[in-house]
Each structure stands twice: as structure tokens, then as C-alpha cells.
């Protein structure tokens, strides 16, 4: 029943759009009898957009004869994905219009995402807000966690136009735990679009130390993905971070590269960014004249896009103080109505995103945790003098919970300070099971394995199974078995434990050593990062490696 009507729809949205005669008149008749996958391979390999859009129509017609109703909203996608600009709109506000009635986990969230984002492409960040926050909604209702993602990456973004980078900061580290737990990382240019605001929100905090390590990450990654763009991106903000810095020399080279490398691939906002921060630079160097030509790059940008990110707004304040300075009043008034411009569409903008923002996507979440609340209270009209007693006990199973914490994290303390360590090395007996392993081969990687141990090989973090088996000259089966059998363990679990064993042993004898960062003592003992190595630091000991710390320097 709901593909027939389904079908009718689509017939009506095809008439309205012009569509229907578009395909009947062309000749995609020959696509009617290949395989939908035949059609995409066509899509894929054609390079001229008009085409693509040609065997898309036929993709659809296709669907639509067949009575096929997944591929009709298939060939509506792939239909919308090939449209330029506002075109593909049209083809969105189909599938919405055809899917709202009999919402699922993917439709018409994904088209509401798919609307937001070509919204936002254009620097139209009202019906972008709106559309973000349909897709979040349906993705919440109708549980889909790459469109929740996905929207809630948007809003993000969105929160950083409005000055509210903590928040931006707390929405997309959401994100990154997404990402560690549901994706592979390879693959995902989001994953490094979501570094690079989280970066970019800690240098508009000043945070320098964070915004330079996500900004390494990012940069490290980008280069590993081979993406181009984000890699000059990432090397664009270095030179921001290194200009609050006071690095004013290295900053002008990453800069001048990054602003170089974001022109190339067209992308206009980190454009003008990367002009204005290279026309603020040579200001600071006292060469006015060069860092007015930059600033009215800024200008001429902005004069195309008709959009400028809160901080190039100063663009404006330098140009007038310049010619200002040199007494040419004409373009000191024009560059003050350039400000005045500025200024209002940037209001525009944020009274629009903050109320939008506040009312659909804040105010809700709020009122949720409100209503959990409330509920638990019973509206009862000694409701002030119930909260202050849910509070208090609250606090005081806090209070309770907290000591009791403490207690037992004093007593695993005091266990690790009795003990040598954790002991990993000789704390598991052989397996009992057989092993599938020549004995004479055993016996050599077993004494390889306890070379290993006692050089700290396992301090160098790019170490894998299959370099470790090469350096013994076996195979990662064999390792893998071996360590299995001996240690009771898999080969990163055993990796692992020897690396907090060693912190352990060094933090207890090494009084400078406890000077370190976390992620200085995480690096220096074959950890990527500081969350990986404390995560397992908690797992293996029952406390955080912080607070080991702190009890070692006050028991010294």
C-alpha cells in the first residue's frame, strides 16, 4: 500500500518539477533495461555534471517504471548529489515530502541533513540551522547515529559562528567519541573536519596548548589520508596559533602556505581568514602598505560571498585606522560602511542562530533533564524544601561515595607502592591448552620476548605485531600464538600492561620524570595519547595516573 502511493507522489513531483518530460523526450530509454549498479558505475565515471545528471534521470525513470520505490528515493539522492547550488533543493524537498508521513531511522533525516548541508555550503546559515536541527530531531526520534552525528557536527559549527567555542568544544569531542567507537577513522574526512573545529574553538579560547595538540593530530592524520585540503587547513590555523604565540615569522610562512593551499581548492572563508591574519601580520611588522593590499582581499571576498566569520570583522576597524592615518577620507568612509554592512548581516546572523539555536537544540535538552527532575519530586508544593533535601542527600551520598572512592584508591596506592609494579611480566602461568607451534621456534621467541622486555622495547609506540614478529624473524600467527599461550593475553593487552608497568616503576623513581605533562609521561612510554594511556592506566591499577602522581609527591 505505501509503495502505490508512494508511486503517485512521485509521479506529481515529477510533473510539478518538469522532470517527467525531461526524461520521456531524452534518451535514457536504452538505461531502462541496465542494472541499477550498470547506472552508477556511469555516474562514477563520467566527468561532465550535465551527464551525470542525464543517467540519474534515467536512474529514476528506471525506478519509477519498475514501480520500484527504495531506488525512486535512491535516484532522488543521487539526483540531488549531482544538482549544483539550489537545484538540488528540489530534489530533497521530494524526498521529505514523500518519506514525512512514514518517517524511518533514515528518512527523511537524511534528506533534512542533506538540505542543511548544501545550505551551509552557500553561507546560508538560517535555513542551515533549520534544517540541522530537523535532522537531529529525526535522528533522536528515529534512532540513526550517523545523522545524529553528522547534524550535530553542524551545530557545532554553527555554535562557533556565534562566539560559543566551549560549547562547540563539548558538541564535537561528542564526536570524537562517535567516531572511536563507531567508524573507521581512514576513511572519514569528517573526522578531521571535527579536529579542526575543536582545534580552532581553543584558539578562539586562547588555549593554546589544546588548540595545538588537536591541531598536530589533525595535521598528522590529513597527511596520513593524503587530503590536501584539510592538510593545508590545519596548517593555516598552526600559523594562527603560532601568531597568539608572538611567533610572528613562523606564523607568516604556515600562513602564506595554508592561505596559498585553501585558495587552490576554492574554499573561500579559510580564504579570507588566512588574508586577514597575513594583513594583521605585516601591520604588527610595521609594513602598512602590504598589509592593506591583504585586507582588501578580506573586502573583495567579502564582497562575493556576502559572509565573513566574527573575527575578520577587525578587517574593517584596521582599513579605516589606516586611512585614517593618511588622511584619505573617501575610503576611510567607505571602508566605515563596509563595517556598518559587516555588522549587520553578522547580527542578523546571530540573533538568528542564538535564538534558533537556544530554542530547538539547547532549551530542549534542558527541559528533558528539567522533567526527569521534577517528576522524581512529585510537584509537590513543599517543592523548594524537597529539592534541598534531594540535594542534600544527594550530596551527602556523594560526599559518602567520594570517600569511599578515596579509600579505595589510597588502599591500590598503597598496593602498587608494596608492589613492584604490576608485575606483567611473570604474573601469568603458561596455558595448559596445546599450542600449534614447532617447540624450537617457541623457545626462540620466547627468549627474543624476554630480550624485549628487558631492553623496554615496547617503549616505541609505532611497534605492531607484524614488525615485532619481522624483528624475530617469525610470523605474527606464531607471535600472536605464543604470547597468547605464555602470557594469558592478547598482543596489545601485553604491549600495554608493560608500558604501565614501566611508568609505574619510573614515576615511583624518577622525581623529574613526575614533573612531566600526562601526555609527555604517555608519549614517552609508547602511548599515542594522554586519554588512551590513562583510560588503561585506570583499568590496570584502579586509579588515575594524576592522582598516583599527586600521592607520590606527597608521600615524598
Not at 518538469?18 to 534518451?27: A, T, V, Y
Not at 543517467?55 to 525506478?63: E, R
Not at 528539567?370 to 540535594?391: A, H, P, S, T
Not at 601485553?494 to 622525581?511: G, P, T, V
Amino acid at each position: 500500500m505505501f509503495i502505490r502511493d508512494l508511486i503517485s507522489i512521485i509521479f506529481f513531483s515529477l510533473i510539478s518539477n518538469g522532470i517527467q518530460g525531461q526524461l520521456q523526450s531524452s534518451s535514457k530509454d536504452s538505461l531502462l533495461s541496465m542494472e541499477y549498479s550498470a547506472i552508477i558505475k556511469k555516474i562514477n565515471e563520467n566527468e561532465y555534471s550535465t551527464k551525470k545528471l542525464d543517467y540519474a534521470k534515467g536512474y529514476l525513470s528506471k525506478a519509477i517504471a519498475n514501480n520500484d520505490s527504495i531506488n525512486v528515493l535512491v535516484g532522488y539522492e543521487i539526483i540531488a548529489a549531482v544538482s549544483e547550488g539550489s537545484e538540488a533543493i528540489i530534489y530533497l524537498d521530494s524526498i521529505i515530502n514523500m518519506t514525512l508521513n512514514k518517517p524511518d531511522n533514515f528518512y527523511p533525516g537524511n534528506a533534512y541533513l542533506n538540505k542543511a548541508r548544501n545550505f551551509y555550503t552557500r553561507r546560508k546559515f538560517k535555513p542551515a540551522l533549520d534544517n540541522y536541527l530537523e535532522a537531529y530531531n529525526f535522528a533522536k526520534k528515529y534512532p540513526n547515529d550517523q545523522i545524529l552525528f553528522e547534524s550535530r557536527y553542524g551545530l557545532g559549527i554553527l555554535k562557533s559562528r556565534i562566539g560559543a567555542y566551549e560549547e562547540t568544544i563539548s558538541i564535537q569531542k561528542e564526536n570524537l567519541i562517535f567516531f572511536d567507537e563507531k567508524t573507521d577513522l581512514n576513511n572519514s574526512d569528517k573526522y578531521l573536519n571535527t579536529l579542526f573545529s575543536i582545534a580552532n574553538a581553543y584558539s578562539k579560547l586562547n588555549v593554546l596548548d589544546s588548540a595545538k595538540f588537536y591541531n598536530t593530530k589533525g595535521l598528522s592524520l590529513s597527511i596520513e589520508m593524503n587530503d590536501e585540503l584539510m592538510r593545508k587547513m590545519f596548517v593555516l590555523n598552526e600559523g594562527i596559533i603560532k601568531l597568539q604565540q608572538g611567533q610572528f615569522k613562523d606564523a607568516l610562512l604556515d600562513i602564506s602556505i595554508g592561505t596559498e593551499g585553501v585558495s587552490k581548492f576554492r574554499d573561500i572563508p579559510n580564504t579570507i581568514v588566512g588574508n586577514y591574519y597575513l594583513g594583521k601580520i605585516y601591520m604588527k611588522l610595521n609594513k602598512d602598505e602590504l598589509g592593506v593590499e591583504y585586507l582588501k582581499k578580506v573586502d573583495s571576498l567579502f564582497n562575493i560571498t556576502h559572509d565573513i566569520h566574527p573575527e575578520v570583522r577587525e578587517t574593517y576597524n584596521l582599513l579605516t585606522k589606516y586611512y585614517k592615518g593618511i588622511n584619505d577620507k573617501e575610503k576611510q568612509l567607505k571602508y566605515l560602511n563596509r563595517l556598518i554592512s559587516v555588522d549587520s548581516i553578522l547580527n542578523d546572523y546571530k540573533i538568528y542562530l542564538v535564538d534558533g539555536i537556544n530554542r530547538n537544540y539547547d532549551t530542549p535538552e534542558l527541559l528533558e533533564r528539567k522533567e526527569v527532575l521534577i517528576e522524581n519530586l512529585n510537584r509537590d508544593k513543599n517543592y523548594l524544601y524537597l529539592l534541598l533535601v534531594f540535594v542534600s542527600i544527594v550530596l551527602g551520598i556523594i560526599i559518602l561515595k567520594y570517600i569511599k572512592i578515596q579509600k579505595k584508591y589510597k588502599e591500590r596506592f598503597e598496593t602498587l607502592m608494596a608492589n613492584n609494579g604490576l608485575n606483567i611480566i611473570n604474573q601469568v602461568s603458561p596455558s595448559s591448552d596445546k599450542i600449534d607451534v614447532p617447540l624450537e621456534i617457541m623457545d626462540a621467541v620466547l627468549v627474543k620476548l624476554s630480550e624485549f622486555e628487558e631492553k623496554a622495547g615496547f617503549l616505541d609506540s609505532s611497534i605492531t605485531l607484524s614488525s615485532l614478529a619481522k624483528s624475530f624473524k617469525t610470523n605474527s600467527n606464531y607471535l600472536s600464538k605464543i604470547i597468547n599461550y605464555q602470557k594469558g593475553k592478547n598482543f596489545t593487552t601485553y604491549l600495554n600492561e608493560l608500558r604501565i608497568e614501566y611508568s609505574i616503576k619510573k614515576l615511583k623513581s624518577n622525581a623529574t620524570f613526575r614533573k612531566f605533562t600526562i601526555i609527555a609521561i604517555a608519549n614517552d612510554v609508547g602511548f599515542k595519547s594522554s586519554e588512551t594511556f590513562s583510560r588503561i592506566f585506570k583499568s590496570k591499577t584502579g586509579i588515575y595516573p594524576s592522582y598516583f602522581i599527586k600521592k607520590l609527591e606527597k608521600s615524598n
